[in-house]
């Protein structure tokens, strides 16, 4: 296995990413923990061309962005090229708008996922959809997601599940990445624990989650990148990227 099959979600880390500097300096500690690619999310105003030159000098690799529903629509044009200067393979849709969260609205979701999904396939970028935890609400015997992936082109829109907000849904982990099996090139690792009775986010492996069936399922279902992410941390942002890497190395055998 490459070693850059693990990659760092920056949204994790989007406190210091406010500014080109700020950019610079928080890649330089992201590869210095032991990152060879990032995913993009939560930076601060930059043209790409020099986030592209930042993370050459750094040596990280763009698996993938997020880019929210509106740029999908109004700027697909724009979104291609960022994605051609970042060599970015991979983009997830990261959240669907209130006025899709009900059965219409994910079937509709669906049809026009697949039309964006399609024109991105024609310029050699995958299109997939980012999980949170209110796709998994129940319209008659199917929950929004499975209407979601059901409805949709598996060859136009693939998955990134995200291993937290199943598990906050009601909904297996390790289940959904089989379900999505051969359409799942990217996952996001974040780990699930309790405090003071209340669900919290924790570094990968430091959890409750089933990481030993969640992996395997992944290794299953052909997933190419594993994206550690963690939206709110309990201790300093890299320090949890630090130890989620390297709980997740082990995991996959990986030095």
């Known amino acids: 296995m490459s ?3 693990i990659a760092a979600q920056l949204y994790t880390v989007r406190e210091r990413l406010k500014t080109p500097r700020e950019i610079a300096s928080t890649l330089r500690e992201v590869k210095k923990i032991g990152y060879d690619a990032v995913q993009l999310s939560g930076l601060g105003p930059i043209h790409p ?17 997020h880019t929210s529903m509106d740029k999908l629509f109004e700027e697909i044009e724009k979104v291609i090229e960022e994605h051609k200067i970042l060599k970015s ?3 997830a849709c990261p959240y669907l708008p209130d006025k899709y969260h009900s059965e219409e609205g994910f079937k509709r979701a669906a049809e026009e996922l697949t039309r964006i999904g399609k024109k991105l396939k024609e310029a050699g970028i995958t299109l997939t959809y980012h999980n949170h935890s209110f796709e998994f609400e129940k319209f008659g015997s199917r929950i929004g997601l499975e209407i979601l992936y059901d409805e949709s082109d598996g060859e136009y829109l693939q998955g990134e599940i995200d291993t937290y907000w199943v598990q906050y849904g009601g909904g297996d982990p390790a289940k959904w990445c089989l379900r999505l099996k051969n359409r799942l090139p990217l996952v996001h690792l974040k780990d699930m624990g309790i405090k003071d009775n209340k669900q919290i986010m924790m570094e990968v492996g430091e959890g409750n989650l089933n990481w030993e069936a969640i992996i395997s399922a992944c290794k299953e279902a052909g997933t190419r990148w594993y994206i550690i992410e963690q939206d709110i941390c309990q201790r300093p942002p890299l320090e949890s990227l630090k130890i989620s890497l390297e709980n997740v190395k082990k995991m996959l055998d990986v030095s």
């Open 3 to 5: 070693k850059t099959i």
């Open 89 to 91: 393979e991979y983009t």
């Open 49 to 65: 061309r020099e986030l592209k030159k930042i993370l050459d000098g750094e040596g990280l690799k763009v698996c993938a962005t």
